[in-house]
């Protein structure tokens, strides 16, 4: 390969990289940054102006109430209370409308509202679930439906160990109960049963649905899926809210036996699921709801028949409704058998690599007690694990550094000779045992990576709003210091219409200026052009970072340090001289940190 094919496939490598950071900054970066922003001007109106009522909505919808009220016009209700969860369950309709999860919160102040999952009808984006009973096709018995008044039958609030049980008789031979239990984490059991004291068998469907009326302000992330969420059939079925924008847009539609369906945000999540032995008909669809839609996930089982004169069907639903914490979900997955239920997390294109770098994050987490330090465990961790590819391209560069004085005088000594030059450098790289190549090969692995790590720190509710020390605050987030509050010194954040240049915080300079020492000390391309490009590439990467989530900038940040220190020992090994350290007086240090010696003559 001669040096034209090695620059060409460098520079390639270089700008691939480019793209796909600058695309991140356009397509995610940005947008997350305003619709973080948008959410954050909603709730700051909102406590501003708690009784505050909208105009209605075109197309019939009622005018939209603050939460308490609207929670106030249903009639009675029994009372939420866990560990984890807090909220209300209505008599009439016996629907989950009503859930705030206790341990997590708006912002990162712990006085700040409980994050409120379900909302009742009549609020701004009511969200909410059922279940029921349909009956055969052309029997017109009643069953249960919204405005069904339940009778309490047993317990009067809803806790750990202690259920409620529901009843309603349709004064036509049957009898419906329900059994309502929750645990100390996010799942209910619903437990169904009909008797039928009449004189007629009664056939009935038992069904579930989870609803979300119109989708509230910051629901919108190119980088991550939000919508409909569930498995069948051992695979993942998804659609966005995107799916259904058209008129008359067909329901989605699929059979299983074993799975779940539900509607799933960032880090929450409101799911159904069947007994996981039967086979269940499920669908996603959207119908008009005045200017918007109403989005429906819902499943339906098989016949039950209830002989007369007191036969008795049951059928038991699950209900997650509540955080998506990893270890959670895969424990509902192995204690209760629901099939592949840790897929309600966007993991991403790079399953395999994501799924594996959070365990091993979560692992440091348990054993350090700080995300911020885990991850600077985890750099050194990817550092072992990529050691002998970033080892390889090293020593690749050190080589190069070394022979690009003698690579000079070849072109200048047959400058009016392209052959000749590029025939003698070959040689050169052939007695030095130089292959560019190598160089570039960790080029390629950034990318993977780079996407992994955005993705476990973007979509893992355990990184939202985990501190780092100073003013990390939330590792989730991007940086907050920037020069427009002195770098953290005045207490408040930048608005949004300030330049972005002005808004990069201290973690995204300290990136750039660390990528700026890596840079320099590999060789710099012949071509000017190419060298231009590689000296601005440090100041172009600053700019990216930062609207990046605060631990990605963390951890590239010591991953340069560490790949600095790297590649300054592997040179000292070399013989090649690191004017850069000698020059701002750092040889000295950097012969402590990596326990170094500049190599006797000849070694």
């Known amino acids: ?41 909603l709730l700051a109106k909102e406590a501003k102006h708690p009784a505050t009522v909208a105009a209605p909505i075109p197309g019939g919808v009622p005018a939209q109430l603050p939460r308490e009220k609207a929670l106030a016009l249903g009639g009675a209700r029994i009372k939420i209370d866990t560990p984890s969860v807090d909220g209300t369950l209505m008599l009439r309709g016996a629907r989950f409308d009503d859930l705030r999860l ?23 984006f009511p969200y909410f679930v059922d279940f029921g009973w349909s009956g055969a096709e052309g029997v017109n018995t009643p069953l249960p439906n919204d405005n069904t008044v339940w009778t309490l039958a047993g317990g009067d609030k809803l806790s750990v160990g202690k259920p409620v049980t529901l009843q309603w008789d349709n004064g036509h031979g049957l009898v419906f109960t329900r059994q309502i239990s929750v645990d100390d984490q996010f799942m209910f059991t619903i437990t169904d049963s009909v008797q039928n004291k009449g004189a007629a068998a009664a056939t009935l469907y038992p069904y579930a649905l989870v609803v979300r009326d119109g989708v509230p302000v910051g629901q919108h992330y190119w980088v991550l899926h939000e919508g409909f969420v569930g498995v069948a059939d051992g695979s993942l079925k998804d659609a966005g809210y995107d799916d259904f924008k058209d008129a008359g847009t067909p329901p989605k539609t699929f059979s299983s036996t074993g799975g779940w369906v539900g509607i799933t945000d960032k880090y929450w999540m409101a799911a159904v699921a069947p007994p996981q032995n039967e086979n269940f008909d499920g669908s996603y669809l959207a119908t008009p709801y005045g200017a918007t839609k109403a989005y429906e996930a819902n499943y339906r089982l098989g016949a039950r028949t209830a002989a007369a004169g007191g036969g008795t069907v049951h059928v038991v639903h699950h209900l997650f409704a509540g955080a998506k914490v990893v270890d959670t979900l895969r424990y509902y997955e192995s204690s209760l058998g629901i099939a592949r239920f840790d897929m309600a997390i966007d993991w991403g294109w790079f399953l395999i690599i994501t799924q594996p770098l959070f365990w091993v994050l979560d692992q440091f987490y348990k054993m350090l007690g700080n995300f911020g330090l885990a991850i600077l465990l985890l750099t050194v961790a990817v550092k072992a694990v990529t050691f002998p590819i970033a080892n390889a391209s090293a020593k690749t560069m050190a080589k190069m550094k070394k022979v690009q004085p003698e690579q000079e005088k070849i072109k200048e000594l ?14 050169l790289y052939k007695r030095e045992k130089v292959n560019p190549v190598t160089g570039c090969v960790p080029q390629l692995l950034v990318i993977p990576v780079f996407f992994s790590l955005y993705k476990v720190f973007f979509v893992t509710i355990e990184m939202r709003q985990a501190p780092f020390y100073g003013w990390i605050h939330d590792l989730a987030a991007p940086d907050p210091t920037s020069i427009i509050n002195l770098f953290g010194l005045l207490p408040f954040h930048p608005p949004s219409f300030i330049p972005a240049f002005l808004s990069i915080g201290i973690w995204p300079i300290l990136m750039g200026m660390t990528q700026w020492v890596q840079t320099k000390l590999n060789p710099a391309p012949a071509d000017p052009i190419q060298a231009r490009m590689f000296g601005l590439m440090p100041i172009m990467f600053t700019f990216m970072f ?19 220190a790297q590649q300054w020992y592997i040179m000292r090994r070399q013989g090649v001289e690191v004017h850069l350290f000698k020059n701002l007086r750092l040889d000295a240090l950097m012969q402590r940190l990596t326990g170094g010696t500049k190599p006797a003559a000849g070694e």
């Open 1 to 41: 390969m001669n040096d034209n094919s090695t620059n060409r496939n460098l520079m390639l490598a270089i700008a691939l990289s480019v793209a796909v950071f600058a695309g991140w900054q356009y397509f995610v970066g940005l947008p997350a940054m305003r619709a973080d922003q948008a959410k954050q001007a």
């Open 102 to 124: 206790k341990k997590y919160h708006d912002t990162a102040d712990p006085k700040s509202p409980e994050i409120a999952l379900l909302a009742p009808k009549g609020t701004n």
């Open 414 to 427: 047959f400058k009016d000779d392209p052959a000749k030059q590029q025939q003698a450098i070959m040689e």
């Open 546 to 564: 930062a609207t990046f989530p605060a631990g990605l900038v963390i951890y590239y940040t010591w991953n340069n340090l560490l790949g600095v």
